[in-house]
Nanobody, 117 residues
């Protein structure tokens, strides 16, 4: 069983930056870690994922955040980060951490990000 705890959400002005953190209670080395977000009235959507492979970390980003967001992981600390720069009002949402292992999928409780114009 893996528990995920997110932090770092806040109210920020457009153009600002935030860094979200997700700390896992167990070893996440073999898991594909990701950040998803859900805005009011919308479906939850993928923001970014990171997988540790033999050659390093493999990342995937939604088109809407490419060039502005960076996902990274610190496996010894069982932590995943989402650095968000040049934030836009449309980035406002609850951001959820996700861990996919060969056997299970885990979700955190979410952290609110609000970007004011």
């Amino acid at each position: 069983q893996v528990q995920l705890v997110e932090s770092g959400g806040d109210l920020v002005q457009a153009g600002g930056s935030l860094r979200l953190s997700c700390v896992a209670s167990g070893n996440i080395f073999s898991a594909i870690m990701g950040w998803y977000r859900q805005a009011p009235g919308k479906q939850r959507e993928l923001v970014a994922t990171v997988a540790t492979v033999s050659s390093g970390d493999l990342t995937v980003y939604a088109d809407s955040v490419k060039g502005r967001f960076t996902i990274s992981r610190d496996n010894p600390k069982n932590t995943v980060y989402l650095q968000m720069n040049n934030l836009k009002p449309e980035d406002s949402a609850v951001y959820y951490c996700n861990a996919k292992t060969p056997f299970n999928v885990y979700w955190g409780q979410g952290t609110q990000v609000t970007v004011s114009s």
